[in-house]
């Protein structure tokens, strides 16, 4: 049973603020600001280059992708740290293409992250093999995926509207095709249960900074199915991918399983707060985190679509068909919300006209909802929406 009382009280949450934003950048836990002090203070301030040896940081990128490992259904030593998320699809791919020389497809959905579509396109371009770049209908994929297909790299949930792909169907779909199944989980990591393992997933990669909380620019995540540690070639041959960084030598020879997987020096600020971060979840249920955020999410539905019928629900009715975000289109809606974060509800905005709302049970809970929709009713009915100071775009949205 998962205290969700326990959980808020171990965040920093501004006064008056109702944040449903934690799917863009999760809040600040408590137990956070005293391990960033600890490692500023005592490690690298007493420590200085020790401490790669005597704090641990050298092994901090395999350690903490451990810990990541359960919250995705992954199998320990599977898992490892660094680099931005956009850096790991683009070896994941790469690693795909390579364990597939003869098929030249990468099917994907006009609804993935641009991101991962902009990594898809600079690694073809780059390989100049007459690879392609395949985008179709979410709902078209699993028909798209043929012999010619060497991996279809999906998002899980969408980052717009929370539409959620069936991981099982469509991985196995892409291997009983001799493909490989690429898996984005940066709107799914720590917002409900994904099984890798399970699914035999070949590939998958996700960010921290959302519902992980592990602060802005924290590092991402790249996962390797077991069988293919061996096998999958990094790509980005960098340093801490080798086999012995500290021999020096000239020539690359990769690291054992996942540590393969590493390229640059890791970021130990950014990833000791994520490990104190992580310590959250070990009191958390992922199956609890699922039921509590349906219930808070269908909640925000029906208070906003009874009171503001000028939003219509952009996300899936079905919550078995959304991650544990809601959006709302209304053509209205980059200046609704800026002044609905005025007011103290923080939300997002992504073009063209959909409004954002993220539903974290760790620290939002019924009365944040209900408080949320009674404000958003206010800036429709108020047409607040229509001063001057909130149609101005800002460079985040």
């Not at 597939?100 to 093999?129: C, H, W």
């Not at 997987?261 to 890791?266: A, C, D, E, F, L």
């Not at 800026?338 to 809970?365: C, K, N, S, W």
Request: with cysteine.
């Amino acid at each position: 049973m998962t205290d969700f009382a326990a959980t808020k009280a171990k965040f920093i949450l501004p006064e008056g603020v109702v944040y449903l934003d934690g799917n863009s950048l999760g809040p600040l836990p408590k137990g956070a600001l005293e391990r960033a002090r600890r490692v500023i203070e005592d490690e690298w301030g007493e420590m200085l280059i020790r401490a790669w040896n005597l704090a641990g940081w050298m092994d901090q990128p395999r350690r903490v992708g451990d810990k990541i490992a359960p919250l995705i259904g992954a199998e320990r030593g599977t898992v490892v740290m660094g680099d931005t998320l956009s850096i790991k699809m683009y070896q994941a791919l790469a690693a795909a293409l390579t364990m597939r020389p003869q098929r030249k497809v990468v099917l994907s959905d006009a609804g993935n992250f641009p991101t991962d579509l902009y990594m898809a396109e600079g690694l073809i371009q780059s390989l100049a093999r007459g690879h392609v770049l395949k985008t179709v209908a979410p709902e078209a994929v699993e028909a798209a995926i043929d012999e010619s297909v060497a991996a279809i790299m999906l998002t899980h949930v969408d980052y717009g509207s929370g539409r959620m792909h069936d991981m099982p169907r469509l991985t196995d779909a892409a291997q009983a095709a001799g493909a490989l199944a690429i898996w984005d989980l940066a709107h799914s990591a720590g917002a409900l249960p994904v099984d890798l393992a399970g699914c035999k997933v070949d590939f998958a990669a996700g960010c921290t900074y959302k519902y992980l909380n592990g602060g802005p620019g924290a590092p991402a995540f790249i996962y390797v199915r077991p069988d293919y540690l061996e096998k999958a070639r990094p790509a980005l041959s960098g340093w801490l991918g080798h086999v012995a960084p500290f021999d020096f030598d000239l020539d690359y020879r990769p690291a054992r399983g996942i540590e393969r997987m590493r390229v640059g020096t890791p970021p130990v600020l950014q990833m000791s707060v994520l490990e104190a971060s992580l310590e959250i979840w070990e009191q958390v249920d992922m199956t609890a985190v699922r039921d509590r955020s349906i219930e808070l999410s269908e909640l925000f539905i029906r208070e906003v679509e009874a009171r503001c019928p000028a939003l219509v629900l952009a996300s899936p009715r079905d919550p078995g068909r959304r991650g544990s975000q809601v959006s709302f289109r209304f053509g209205h809606g980059y200046a609704a919300m800026r002044a609905l974060i005025a007011r103290g509800v923080i939300g997002d905005f992504r073009a063209p006209d959909r409004m954002r709302f993220g539903f974290t049970p760790l620290y939002i809970d019924e009365g944040d909802v209900r408080r949320a929709a009674d404000i958003l009713a206010g800036v429709v009915e108020e047409r607040a929406w229509d001063r001057p100071e909130y149609k101005k775009r800002e460079a985040v949205t």
